[in-house]
């Protein structure tokens, strides 16, 4: 029994390391569209998206070392992440309105 518990670990830790590496492709994509997008709405939704992935990244890193002090961070990223994306978006409306009368 414990044989497989210790096989299932080695899974889950192989796992959870590709997993990792596979969150490399959003966030460089998201950092392209962050500094790259045509409009500000479009910047602010690839940092929404990225709060998210740093969320999932932390999360992650949580199951590969143990840690429970990751789980804090990435609700915290996903907090702030949360509150900055209802601001700013309150802030876009406000400014559309002041531009159209």
């Given at each position: 029994m414990m044989e497989w518990i210790a096989q299932a670990h080695q899974w889950l830790d192989l796992a959870t390391r590709g997993l990792l590496v596979?969150?490399?492709a959003p966030l460089g994509m998201t950092l392209v569209r962050l500094l790259y997008g045509p409009?500000?709405?479009d910047r602010f939704v690839a940092l929404d998206m990225l709060t998210g992935v740093a969320a999932a990244t932390?999360?992650?890193v949580m199951s590969t070392t143990g840690r429970r002090e990751f789980l804090d961070v990435g609700l915290g990223l996903a907090v702030f992440g949360f509150v900055?994306?209802?601001a700013l978006a309150a802030f876009l409306e406000?400014?559309?309105r002041g531009s159209h009368p």
């Open positions: 596979l969150m490399m409009s500000v709405a932390a999360a992650l900055g994306t209802c406000r400014q559309a």
